[in-house]
């Protein structure tokens, strides 16, 4: 009897139902998440650099391109709540593809379910996705590129997949290098041929050498990025002592206290020793001068330097989520129940692809219900803890815990395998405490490595309990010999990535994001507390010649002056300026405030 499409999807659903209740209930966490903010969260930095990088076909000094690309090619939907959807797709999709993975490796379909929940219901993956950061990207080209490198039997299609998903992981964190380095130790340790090994290595080179160049032809120097040095430095300063240090007077400079003193604020604010000496030299050469400056401090203090990344990293496995002293603080990351945050770091953001007026809006009862969600419902830190202990005993034994079938054990879970995720989670995990600082922001991408590397741990350990029966042990997600050996099909399905890559590269070029001064006043004062406030309208053409654009704001009023250049007026200035005043005045010049806000326009001056 030949079954209905509907009874063929019920049956699926059965035969699945852990993980399809589990899927269901995070895509409806992503419903009332993308419903309870119009637009995407703004994380004050990164997101804004990312959408103004996207704007420009030429790589960034402190953040890699990749993320901007994907911004690049969404901006033909022109709403920045398409970003939000594609990121919380992907998190259901990559529930979905570690789930396949592990029922191929012949796991129970509860216990390959358990592996998923991580990416399906942790409450903070469901809020990094409704911001606009790269880690949505990061993780699933990272999850993806490991996923694929394992497969028993990697082809050369597989290997070249997998490398072209790691370049780019490296194009949008460049943490994503070393995971490079991690795959090529381990295809050579499973003694797969030379020609997998050079399909794999290829894409990552060519990315690598690529971009390199491209950055050197706009900003000098062959790199991903050119902010490490500055990171380095912050990461050290506050606890750095520079008597006994030699210094030249650039590094003297940035031994001085900063009242402040988190690494944040060494590394990225104004008021910091670093910012003096780029000021009077040059951002490369601060660089150079930071960089030089964090080897001598480790070098002078190692112990006191391993402490504090070893402290920071056991930070990750406590059983709440807490910050404090130098860490960055959590609740940037919690999702926020008011459009405007008055400290400085997050925001609904009022302003779309190419600075279009897209009005900010919260529901605060759906705001709060998610938010409520998230600090609840989270992968507990204690339980990373025994996925890591779990897969380090896994590598270190040769045989299961318990009496099963150990050649079985071995083929499912080879532990080679469980080492690749769990040493690639590691580096996520140690290398940010390591140059940069303490956030949980970096923690995220590491969780769903962590979940499939314990899985298999537990299958290696536990087979008996843990494995399907025989009969639908056999992998379903590997492809058979048969496949493997047919030209046809192979050359179909690389011609259609091919064509689909060189589209959405075709797409990335010509996307119809531009330029935009109001974007770049809106980002540039969002961290200040003088910030702009929220959108007035649309933006609108000032009285009289020359024709000019203008946006009004909640707190002031931005005046585009040229194609790069516009002006802030403030609101005790602002409020003066009648369609006579304008006409009177002619268009603005500049504006001060010390602490009297003083605006010189062609024809006069106002004060406020």
Known sequence: MTQTPLRATVRLLGEHRVFAGLAAA???????????????????GDSWEYLIVAQHLRPDVTRPYGYSALLRLLSWTHTLVSVVVVQHLLGIVLGWLVYRFLVGRGLRRGIAALGAAPLLLDGYQIGIEQYL??????????????????????SAGAAAASGLLVAAAMVTRTIGIPVAVFCVVYLLARRVSWSRVAAFALPVVLAYAGYG????HYNGGFALQGSGGRMEYGRVAPFAKCGGLHLSADESVLCNRMRSGTPAAYAWSSLSPYHRVAVRSSDAHAEKVASTFA?????????????IVTLDTLHFFQPT????????????????????????????TAIDFSGH???????????????DYQGVVFTWGPLLALAVAASIVAVARRRPLLGADDARAGEVAPRLDIALFLSAALMLIVVPNATVLFDYRYLIPAVPLLSVAATLAVARLWPARVLSPAPDAAPVADPSPERDKSWPRPTRVGVGVTVAA????ALIVAAPIRYDPFLHAYSD???????????EGAPAMLPGPPQLHYQRFSRATVVQLTAHKFVIIPEAVAVQLTPDAWLRLGPPVKCTQTPTVVCTFRNGVLTG
């Open 525 to 535: 004062n969002l961290g200040r507390r003088t910030a702009l406030g929220v959108p």
């Open 213 to 216: 160049l491209w950055y050197h």
């Open 26 to 44: 995070g895509l409806l966490l992503r419903l009332l998440t993308t419903a309870a903010y119009h637009n995407a969260i703004m994380f004050y």
């Open 502 to 505: 060189l589209l959405g590269i």
């Open 295 to 307: 080897e001598k401090v480790i070098l002078h203090q190692p112990l006191t330097y391993a402490r």
């Open 133 to 154: 950061m790269s880690e949505t990207l990061f993780e699933t080209a990272l999850v993806c590129a490991l996923l694929l490198v394992v497969r028993r039997r990697l």
């Open 321 to 348: 989520r807490q910050t404090s002293g130098w860490d960055f603080p959590i609740h940037v990351w919690r999702l926020p129940i008011r459009p405007l945050q008055e400290a400085p770091h997050t925001t609904v």
């Open 357 to 371: 007026y897209a009005r900010p809006a919260v529901v605060s009862r759906l705001a709060r219900l998610v938010r």
